[in-house]
């Protein structure tokens, strides 16, 4: 699942054009798909027509994203460098 809110930047906009936007390694179609089969939520509620969201809006998208294999460019006993697609999160832990 995905979950994030709307910024100002995307006030007024279509649903479907901001998560494009933001996660462009969903295909379009898929999203078509997800909206179809009310697999988006607006602020808690399901949707399924392509709706304009305003700033601070919670969405919620019910889709995994499919396993991709990470590239690790250089490894050592303190440092991992890798290659990372777009779109897959990033977690931090300090210690």
Avoid: C, H
Wanted: aromatic share 8%.
């Amino acid at each position: 699942m995905i979950t994030f809110t709307v910024s100002k930047k995307y006030n007024n906009l279509k649903i479907l054009k901001v998560i494009n936007t933001l996660y462009p390694n969903i295909p379009y179609s898929t999203l078509q798909k997800l909206l179809r089969k009310k697999d988006i939520k607006v602020n808690g509620k399901r949707i399924s027509e392509n709706v304009n969201v305003l700033s601070d809006d919670n969405i919620d998208i019910y889709w995994n994203m499919p396993d991709e294999s990470i590239n690790v460019v250089f490894e050592d006993g303190n440092l991992i460098a890798i290659n990372k697609p777009q779109g897959i999160e990033v977690l931090t832990s300090s210690d």
